[in-house]
């Protein structure tokens, strides 16, 4: 299964690159934290505060990184947010309705 893994590379910015995961293989995890959004939301530069699978539930987020490059993650979309540290990314709620989504720590 093909995941979107958001990264720091080794010029300090995030990057994007799809990744494959292996279906039914178990991976240290540290729990699971629900988040909502409200559709006005919009975090400006940040990296991701931990290693964490980002899954979307309902509503649209956008990523935007440093060269300006963009991805809208929808309901089903999921994330490998791997880039903590570097300038990090931009992240913002693009659906009328809020962005409910799950994150799930790894290792």
Known sequence: MKVTRLYTGADGHSH???IEVEIEKIQPGEGIIFREEPPTYF???HPAPRRQYVIT??????????????R?????????????????????V?????RLYVTVPVK
Do not use: C, N, Y
């Open 57 to 70: 539930l309902s509503g649209q987020g956008e990523i935007e990184l440093g060269d300006g490059t963009k």
């Open 43 to 45: 975090k400006d530069w």
């Open 94 to 98: 693009v659906s009328i309705q809020p």
């Open 16 to 18: 994007f690159e799809e």
């Open 72 to 92: 809208r993650f929808g309901p089903g979309d999921i994330m490998l947010a791997d880039d903590t540290t570097g300038r990090g990314h931009i992240t913002r």
